[in-house]
């Protein structure tokens, strides 16, 4: 479910109702709701999200006074989309959290009066300012964002924070950007991502042209209040066709942003449920992006993403991992998202793009245990067996051979009768695998590497350090299965097997 069909679904910030109900939002809830909330199983246990109700994209990651905050977007009222607030944690090594105050909340008359939706962080001399989307409900006539339910207006906005633990915002009164270019057809209008570039700040916005595809438009400033429309630095055909969701037929990019990586430019953007990735050239003289290698991000459940620059200079990607399950269900179950794990990009030779898991996640790793070398494969995954479905997984099979694998769980009463998750391998059909019937390129390296995190109802698939994949799935009950993998394949095709649990960054699922 995509950010616009969640609709359908469902000046200084010191003070105000949208502070205490955000406040009491974190800190509050019905009795008993922690007690069920720490008994989920469901719930990760090394992935972040917020102690409880709603949360979707991350939001202006950012490295300031040697820690790492991340904020996302923030439901205060239950497990479900509505009254987009950011939330906000903090982190020595984008691993282990704490959550801290809400940090932006709408405005009672402001321009961000319906919502503070997404956006990002840069740091501007000895403060951080925050470009982020505001949202305002207004006739469908006057209106940028119609889902038949609201009609919206988005405007871009600005927030600073000299704080050093960004707790204390301030927000321009009036937004920065109050209208998308004259006269453009829009199909949306936010999810603004500025840059330094020389003495001059740049700054892409999500957009689009209806029945003709998407575009992320260009903008340039000089002290991020007063900013000057250029052109689209980046567009794309859609379907050619009309609907109610202009982001399903790819005439709305959502979520832009554009980074140098390895020598040359990495654009990605959000449609059509799922983050697509090009890397290219960007003409520092037109200010136009030229586009050469293409790509998915992620080929499973995976969204909005957006990157931020590490202490040691590496690009790390964060996703919205949604719920899969119905609407119903994690309304009921008191939480909904989570952030993906922090996921390092790297430009490859051939302009392809290299993804694996920060470092740093290994520290969580408890004692490894491996396949023994010439034992039967078959025992030897029974016996290397992750426990209630908290752990990590390193399978390789050998280059050039086929095989067929699936990744099942066991509850009391036997396996469970779908299986998580299936790969497969035929090297007829080149450098990918199918996963679950989605081909995943597997390009790079001496065989196939499936790494996989499995966290409570996630899978994290990174596949040759190449592509990803990633899954919820869901069971009754209060126990959690235990997971293996299961491979059919002759003898000798899967040449290693690695499996380590992974310790909790919380101790009750609830506070980091």
């Known amino acids: 479910m995509n950010r616009r069909e969640l ?43 917020p102690k409880r109700n709603w949360m979707n994209d991350p939001n202006g990651p950012v490295y300031w006074r040697g820690k790492y905050h991340m904020f996302f977007q923030y439901n205060p009222d239950g497990a479900y989309w509505g009254d987009m607030h950011w939330g906000h944690a903090v982190s020595p090594d984008m691993v282990y959290w704490k959550h801290l105050p809400v940090a932006l909340a709408p405005t009672p008359g402001g321009p961000d009066a319906q919502g503070c939706f997404s956006g990002t962080a840069v740091i501007d001399g000895d403060e951080v300012a925050v470009l982020y989307t505001g949202v305002v409900s207004v006739p469908e006539a006057v209106a940028t964002l119609r889902d038949g339910v609201h009609s ?54 999500g957009s689009g042209v209806p029945r003709e595809g998407g575009a992320v438009l260009l903008y340039r400033s000089k002290d991020l209040k007063h900013w000057e429309y250029l052109h689209p630095v980046a567009s794309g055909a859609g379907e050619g066709k009309g609907g109610a969701n202009p982001v399903d037929t790819g005439d709305m990019w959502e979520c832009p942003e554009l980074f140098p990586l390895g020598g040359k430019h990495v654009l990605i953007y959000s449609a059509r449920g799922h983050v697509h990735w090009q890397s290219g050239v960007l003409d520092e003289r037109t200010m136009l992006f030229h586009a050469e290698r293409y790509g998915e991000l992620d080929y499973g459940t995976y969204y909005a993403a957006k990157t931020q620059v590490d202490a040691k200079g590496n690009r790390i990607v964060w996703g919205w991992i949604n719920e899969t399950r119905p609407l119903a269900e994690y309304k009921a179950a008191g939480w909904a998202g989570m952030m993906s794990l922090p996921r390092v990009l790297t430009l490859r030779a051939d302009g392809s793009l290299g993804i694996a898991a920060l470092g740093t996640v290994r520290e969580l790793r408890g004692d490894e245990r491996r396949l023994i070398p010439g034992a039967d494969a078959e025992a030897e995954c029974r016996r290397l067996t992750i426990e209630a479905a908290t752990g990590e997984m390193v399978a390789s099979f050998a280059s050039g051979k086929a095989f067929a694998a699936e990744l099942v769980g066991r509850l009391p009463s036997g396996e469970m009768a779908e299986p998580i998750m299936t790969l497969s391998y035929d090297p007829a059909d080149g450098n990918a695998v199918t996963v679950d019937g989605v081909r995943v390129p597997a390009t790079g390296g001496d065989g196939i590497e499936a790494h996989l995190y499995i966290d409570g109802s996630v899978v994290e698939l990174i596949v040759n350090r190449s592509a990803a994949y990633t899954k919820r799935f869901y069971y009754a009950g209060n126990e959690a299965p235990a997971v293996r993998l299961r491979v059919k394949a002759p003898a000798g095709t899967l040449r290693d097997l690695r499996v380590w649990p992974v310790k909790p960054i919380s101790a009750d699922r609830l506070t980091t």
């Open 7 to 49: 609709l359908k679904a469902g000046m200084v910030l010191a003070a105000g109702p949208g502070v205490a109900k955000a406040l009491r939002g974190l800190d509050g809830g019905p009795p008993g709701l922690e007690t069920r909330l720490a008994g989920d199983p469901r719930r990760p246990q090394f992935h972040l999200l």
């Open 152 to 205: 919206f207006r988005e405007t871009q906005c600005l927030a600073t924070s000299d704080d050093p633990e960004l707790k204390v915002w301030r927000k321009r009164a009036q937004p920065v950007i109050a209208a998308p270019p004259k006269g453009m057809r829009e199909t949306g209008f936010r999810d603004p991502s500025p840059w330094r570039q020389g003495d001059e700040w740049y700054m892409t916005v």
